[in-house]
């Protein structure tokens, strides 16, 4: 069965240092979400992603998060310059309809982020 | 900002039994509820949603109840089985058009043999 995957499955890294996140979605799918969900906190939505330009964020989403779908399988989250609160289990899901539609998004198992 | 709420954090229940999973929203311009489950180390799976048009929708063994007046939705599983062990989310879509997926704090269900 198809899934979406991601990498790696675990980073640490220092606050200031810049990371990228990887996911690779489901091959025929079209639409593309970054979420997170911070220790014990609620799954938050972070950026959705359509035809090659963000078509929704969040307020979480702020200049130092940027995506990229840089070739025709990858998408990636990058942040700039971590700080302490981006640590979060940092999910990509993908779906063939808008999210807005049924809401049914194929998630990946996760990126775990720790910011020292 | 809880939109959606899922006030038991845990729950068990013996297996054969019934599982029942509660969800109370507040924002009355959400358009489709949905019901995720989530094993440890894994990303959240779709399991079930209902539209705001309907007030019960069933797959198998899971039945989902949506009652709009009382803004809560809950999550039936008969019969439970160890397997279903995991956490539940709640979430929701919104009528406005947004992509996004507003989810509840999930509920972990343990099944017990």
């Known amino acids: 069965e198809p899934e979406v995957t991601q990498t790696p499955s675990h980073q640490v890294t220092q606050m200031g240092q810049e990371v990228i996140l990887r996911c690779v979605p489901i091959?025929?799918?079209?639409?593309f979400y970054w979420y997170r969900q911070i220790l014990g906190q609620k799954v938050e939505f972070l950026v959705s992603f359509y035809n090659n330009e963000i078509s929704e964020k969040s307020e979480i989403f702020d200049d130092q998060f940027s995506v990229e779908r840089p070739d025709g399988s990858n998408f990636t989250l990058k942040i700039r310059s971590t700080k302490l609160e981006d640590s979060a289990m940092y999910f990509c899901?993908?779906?063939?309809?808008?999210?807005?539609?049924?809401?049914?998004?194929?998630f990946g198992e996760g990126s775990r982020l720790t910011v020292l | 900002d809880q939109q959606v709420k899922q006030n038991s954090p845990s729950l068990s229940v013996q297996e054969g039994r019934i599982s029942i999973l509660n969800c109370d929203y507040t924002n009355s311009m959400f358009d489709y509820f949905l019901w995720y489950k989530k094993y440890p180390a894994e990303g959240p799976t779709f399991l079930i949603s209902?539209?705001?048009?309907?007030d019960k929708n069933e797959d198998g063994r899971f039945t989902v109840f949506l009652n709009k007046s009382a803004k809560h939705l809950s999550l039936h599983i008969v019969p439970s089985q160890p397997g279903d062990s995991a956490v539940y989310f709640c979430a929701a879509t919104l009528k406005s058009g947004s992509e996004k997926l507003v989810f509840g704090k999930g509920t972990k269900l343990t099944v017990n043999p």
């Open positions: 091959s025929n799918h079209l639409y």
């Open positions: 209902i539209s705001s048009i309907k």
């Open positions: 899901a993908s779906s063939v309809e808008s999210g807005r539609i049924t809401g049914e998004l194929f």
